[in-house]
């Protein structure tokens, strides 16, 4: 199992998400949340075929459908981690760690 870990930031949400291959072109996926939207797309990422997940355009992208209908802010990090977790767990890609910093001045 494949797991990548998400403070998602002002909101105050950290989530847990959960990769299980379950067939070799398919993996289960799970988040743990305080927040009801991630949690709430359980039962809609049981089965995900990385095929129609990872490679490809983010409009045809199946993972990236399911949290356009439960996550109604755009900027949510966390439909990309729940990509990367399907990348390392289906052997797509290595686990190494993703860094998003905010820099800036807000009296410029």
Request: hydrophobic fraction near 45%; charge should be neutral.
């Amino acid at each position: 199992m494949s797991k990548v870990v998400v403070d998602a930031g002002v909101c105050g949400f950290k989530a847990a998400v959960h990769a299980q291959k379950t067939g070799p072109m398919s993996v289960a996926v799970s988040i743990s949340s305080g927040c009801d939207m991630l949690t709430a797309m359980n039962p809609a990422l049981s089965e995900i075929d990385w095929r129609k997940g990872v490679f490809g355009r983010i409009q045809d992208c199946a993972v990236y459908e399911v949290c356009s209908r439960y996550i109604r802010h755009t900027a949510c990090p966390v439909p990309s981690a729940i990509l990367k977790a399907i990348e390392v767990e289906a052997g797509l890609a290595l686990p190494a760690d993703v860094t998003m910093r905010i820099v800036g001045d807000h009296n410029d």
